[in-house]
């Protein structure tokens, strides 16, 4: 706004003393002061508001407006309540300074004339970036992004004096505008959003962290995956991908306009995201490819082949072939109403992400399909090669305990009372032919994780028995041969007769094979117990006192 429409607003009450020539100055800012030097606190582009405590002679003007002008203030309005008339001195310290100076009626008090520029200013200035925000959503709508979200969170911070952040569904910052955000701090914002998203309640969501308000703005993309449009789908198929806008204010007594500009800011980097969403499929068709080979039992050879393509598109610059690690992620839901392979895949793509690192780019290296309600994940690891030549290993393996240590809480907020994520990883593997045995044992590392309590959980190689190693080189249909013939009677009978003697065995062998403990674990009487035994017995022609047929049934139930 300018000088020159504060003395068109009667309700200020202000009276032009000098500075004519100067009301087209532009005022950015309002201060209230009675310092004698106010210099420390000033940016330039205020109008100063002051009392006239800081004069004590007529000496003092002087040195007190030369501090105003070197600060490039916008003009300097004095009241009349104390000394009654402005002192002549200050109006023609004003005037050899060419500083605008005006009378503040006794009747009109400062802080009306600071709410009405606060409100004139923040109008212009949210304008002003509403049209910046335009030109930008029609740039990056139309070719290749400008600048990415870093951009649109500068202007926020430079026209609006709004720090803001964009985040991921883990809470892993994305970008932002000046200092990082702590990690706790992101985790406890994206777990607050995801929360607020499930239980359903309207945003923007606020949430107070140490002291200070956040604002929390979902960005949701315009179509992402085979769905079609985010609004017509399932809300559990896009809450755990989604990224989110904080912004350190409180949004609750926002008006609309400031609201609604907001809105447009959170469509503007939903548009970025579905840029780079599509950037990643390619990856994801490499990883489909190599999934499919492996599983359909091709050739080593010919998978090396695939992993030769995939190494440059993954490692851009890398020498040697890398080793691999598979991880395998599930999302089921309690209902079973809709797909968890496209969740569990953005899940992947972002857990595997190291969550210091900020920025969209780091998941460009994670190539990641998806099967059913699985996700599996081929990752890439960079090898280490000593002095003379030969291969050291993998220097970053993957573990699953560390996956989940910063984003369970997260995770588990956007899962709520339905979801649940389970997840395997693998051991390195640096050839080929090791990527089927990989597969199988990421895949039974998950199911030791699904055997956990809890809405996320993680299990990793090393947590599997000897005996489960071997499983992943027996040929599939023997497995579902050897599987079919101890369990399916029992499957059977318990269709019948709800007999539960599938519960039952698993639970008899891990209790190994105490009656007491069992019972005790089922609610059952030992003799309901010795009953349902005999019956499995019965069904199987086995004997489960007889070691070599309890590790027979342990097995098949581990592969079923």
């Given at each position: 706004m300018?000088?020159r429409?504060l003395?068109?607003?009667?309700a200020?009450?202000?009276?032009?003393?000098?500075?004519?020539?100067?009301?087209d100055?532009?005022?950015r800012g309002?201060?209230?002061?009675?310092?004698?030097d106010?210099?420390r606190?000033?940016?330039?582009?205020?109008?100063?508001l002051?009392?006239l405590?800081?004069?004590?002679?007529?000496?003092?003007s002087e040195?007190?407006?030369?501090?105003?002008?070197?600060?490039?203030?916008a003009?300097l309005?004095?009241?009349?309540?104390?000394?009654?008339?402005?002192?002549?001195?200050?109006?023609?310290?004003?005037?050899?300074?060419?500083?605008p100076?005006f009378?503040?009626?006794?009747?009109?008090?400062?802080?009306?004339i600071?709410?009405?520029?606060?409100?004139?200013v923040?109008?212009?200035r949210?304008?002003?970036l509403?049209a910046v925000?335009?030109?930008?959503?029609r740039?990056m709508?139309s070719?290749?992004a400008?600048?990415g979200?870093?951009?649109?969170?500068d202007l926020?911070t430079?026209?609006l004096?709004?720090?803001?952040?964009?985040?991921?569904?883990?809470?892993?910052?994305?970008a932002g505008a000046?200092?990082?955000?702590?990690?706790?701090?992101?985790?406890a914002?994206?777990?607050?959003?995801?929360?607020?998203?499930?239980t359903?309640r309207r945003?923007?969501?606020?949430?107070?962290?140490?002291?200070?308000?956040?604002?929390?703005?979902?960005?949701?993309?315009?179509?992402?995956?085979?769905?079609?449009?985010?609004?017509?789908?399932d809300?559990?198929?896009?809450?755990?991908?989604?990224?989110?806008?904080?912004?350190?204010?409180?949004?609750?007594d926002?008006?609309?306009e400031?609201?609604?500009?907001?809105?447009?800011v959170?469509?503007?980097i939903a548009?970025?995201?579905?840029?780079r969403?599509a950037?990643?499929?390619?990856?994801?068709r490499l990883?489909?490819?190599?999934l499919?080979?492996?599983?359909?039992?091709?050739?080593?050879?010919?998978?090396a082949?695939r992993?030769?393509?995939a190494?440059?598109?993954?490692?851009?610059?890398?020498?040697a072939?890398?080793h691999?690690q598979?991880?395998?992620?599930r999302?089921d839901w309690?209902?079973?109403?809709?797909?968890?392979g496209p969740v569990?895949?953005?899940l992947?793509?972002?857990?595997?992400?190291?969550?210091?690192v900020s920025?969209?780019?780091?998941?460009?290296r994670?190539?990641?399909?998806?099967?059913g309600?699985?996700?599996?994940?081929?990752?890439p690891?960079?090898?280490l090669?000593?002095?003379?030549?030969?291969?050291?290993?993998p220097d970053?393996?993957?573990?699953?305990?560390?996956l989940?240590?910063?984003?369970r809480?997260p995770?588990?907020?956007?899962?709520a009372d339905?979801?649940?994520?389970t997840?395997?990883?693998?051991?390195?593997?640096?050839s080929?032919e090791?990527?089927?045995?990989?597969?199988?044992?990421?895949?039974h590392?998950?199911r030791?994780?699904?055997?956990?309590?809890?809405?996320?959980c993680?299990?990793?190689?090393?947590?599997l028995?000897?005996?489960?190693?071997?499983?992943?080189f027996?040929?599939?249909?023997?497995?579902?041969a050897?599987?079919a013939?101890?369990?399916?009677?029992l499957?059977d009978?318990d269709?019948?007769?709800?007999?539960?003697?599938i519960?039952t065995?698993e639970?008899?062998?891990?209790?190994?094979g105490s009656?007491t403990?069992c019972?005790?674990r089922?609610?059952?009487?030992?003799?309901?117990?010795?009953?349902?035994v005999?019956?499995?017995?019965?069904?199987?022609?086995?004997?489960l006192?007889?070691?070599?047929?309890k590790l027979?049934?342990?097995l098949?139930?581990?592969?079923?």
């Open positions: 300018r000088l429409a003395l068109e607003t009667e200020l009450g202000l009276r032009l003393l000098g500075g004519e020539d100067e009301l100055r532009t005022v309002v201060m209230t002061t009675d310092l004698r106010p210099s606190y000033l940016s330039g582009g205020e109008l100063v002051t009392g405590a800081w004069r004590r002679n007529s000496a003092d040195p007190f407006v030369r501090i105003l002008a070197s600060a490039g203030v003009g309005a004095a009241g009349e309540a104390e000394l009654g008339d402005i002192p002549d001195d200050l109006v023609s310290a004003c005037v050899r300074n060419r500083l100076l009378a503040v009626n006794e009747d009109v008090a400062f802080a009306t600071t709410e009405y520029v606060v409100r004139q923040s109008g212009e949210a304008g002003d509403a925000v335009d030109r930008h959503r740039l709508t070719g290749p400008g600048g979200p870093d951009v649109v969170l926020l430079t026209d004096d709004l720090r803001a952040w964009v985040l991921s569904p883990t809470g892993r910052q994305i000046g200092e990082p955000l702590a990690p706790g701090i992101c985790a914002l994206a777990s607050e959003h995801l929360a607020a998203v499930r359903g945003g923007p969501h606020r949430i107070s962290i140490q002291g200070i308000t956040y604002s929390l703005f979902p960005i949701r993309g315009h179509g992402r995956g085979a769905g079609g449009p985010a609004a017509a789908r809300l559990r198929e896009t809450v755990l991908s989604d990224w989110l806008l904080a912004v350190e204010a409180d949004a609750g926002w008006p609309a400031r609201l609604d500009l907001l809105q447009g959170t469509q503007l548009v970025e995201r579905d840029r969403d950037a990643r499929t390619v990856r994801r990883a489909q490819e190599v499919e080979l492996v599983q359909t039992g091709a050739p080593p050879a010919e998978i082949a992993l030769r393509v190494a440059p598109v993954l490692l851009p610059g890398l020498g072939a890398p691999w598979v991880v395998v992620a999302v309690e209902n079973g109403d809709i797909p968890g569990a895949q953005s992947l793509e972002e857990i595997l992400v190291d969550p210091s920025g969209p780019e780091p998941s460009d994670i190539a990641v399909a998806h099967t309600d699985e996700a599996i994940a081929l990752v690891l960079p090898s090669s000593g002095d003379a030549g030969e291969d050291k290993g970053s393996a993957l573990h699953a305990d560390e989940l240590a910063t984003v809480d995770l588990a907020a956007g899962l339905d979801g649940r994520l997840l395997g990883v693998s051991a390195a593997v640096h080929a090791g990527l089927r045995g990989a597969l199988e044992e990421a895949r590392a998950r030791v994780a699904a055997a956990r309590p809890g809405r996320v993680a299990a990793g190689h090393h947590e028995a000897s005996h489960v190693l071997l499983l992943p027996v040929p599939d249909d023997v497995r579902r050897f599987t013939r101890l369990l399916d009677p499957r009978y269709r019948r007769h709800r007999a539960e003697l519960p065995l639970a008899f062998l891990d209790c190994d009656w403990r019972a005790t089922l609610h059952l009487h030992v003799n309901t117990l010795r009953y349902r005999g019956r499995i017995e019965q069904l199987t022609a086995r004997d006192s007889r070691l070599e047929d027979d049934f342990f098949a139930l581990r592969m079923s």
